[in-house]
Nanobody, 126 residues
């Protein structure tokens, strides 16, 4: 059974950094894309970044240059390094997985993913 577990969230001051982890089990990253999404109170869940099984990546405009997605295939884990954090980055962050062996790129759209983690809270505040 495919499972995803996020960790690494917390409280950080504006301008600070956090690294989120998404540990997967029941599948391997060489056939799956992983997406990071976030949902702030009263807002819809939005795509933040994704990494294709080939290693190609994509980012939302709001986080380009500040966030970096990466993966460790040996640990079956995907990371989201978040730098220069802003109060508007405050949200619950979720990772999601979808099989994409025959697709050319990962998606930033929520409906594309069928396996989700439970989320981790990120709060950026002074």
């Amino acid at each position: 059974q495919l499972q995803l577990v996020e960790s690494g969230g917390g409280l950080v001051q504006p301008g600070g950094s956090l690294r989120l982890s998404c540990a997967g089990s029941g599948f391997t990253l060489d056939s799956y894309s992983i997406g990071w999404f976030r949902q702030a109170p009263g807002k819809e869940r939005e795509g933040v970044s994704c990494i294709h099984n080939s290693g190609k990546t994509n980012y939302a405009d709001s986080v380009k240059g500040r966030f970096t997605i990466s993966r460790d295939n040996a640990k079956n884990t995907v990371y989201l390094q978040m730098n220069s954090l802003k109060p508007e980055d405050t949200a619950i962050y979720y990772c999601a997985a979808v099989w994409t062996l025959f697709q050319s790129m990962c998606s930033m759209r929520r409906p594309a993913y069928n396996n989700w983690g439970q989320g981790t809270q990120v709060t950026v505040s002074s």
